[in-house]
Structure formats: structure tokens, C-alpha cells
């Protein structure tokens, strides 16, 4: 089931970014589209109609506070 998931994902322009994250959720996307329609027809059509997504919650960004991909050693 992860494997048709993830494959799906690797087809979808939308997704940016996507991660396998611990906690409620099994994975993370980042989705960048151009509106809050085109969203949520990504939401309905594509998302919303694959068989291995149970369910789904959305966060949006409303300002970037800090942006660093450093590591301290």
C-alpha cells in the first residue's frame, strides 16, 4: 500500500516535497499551486480520490518566521 502511495506521489506535479513522518499522520506533502481553488480541486481530484489515503488534514503557512538549512557541529 505505501508503494502504490509513494509511486502516485512521484506523479503528481503539485507535490514538491513529500516525507514519511512519525506521529498522527504516515506522511507529510508539500503541495505549491497558484490558488486556493486550484488546491482544493488537487484536494478533491487527486488526493481525495486515491485508495490508500484514509484521510487528510491540511496546514497552510501564513508567514515564515526563520529559514535556515544549517547544521551545527
Not at 501564513?62 to 538549512?69: F, S, V
Request: charged residues 20%; aromatic residues 10%; negative net charge.
Amino acid at each position: 500500500i505505501a508503494d502504490q502511495f509513494q509511486v502516485a506521489v512521484n506523479e503528481w506535479t503539485e507535490v514538491s516535497e513529500c516525507y514519511n513522518v512519525s506521529g498522527e499522520g504516515d506522511y507529510m506533502l508539500k503541495v505549491c499551486v497558484s490558488s486556493m481553488h486550484q488546491y482544493q480541486q488537487f484536494i478533491l481530484n487527486v488526493l481525495g480520490r486515491h485508495d490508500n489515503i484514509a484521510s487528510l488534514e491540511s496546514t497552510f503557512v501564513m508567514d515564515e518566521i526563520k529559514h535556515d538549512y544549517s547544521v551545527s557541529v
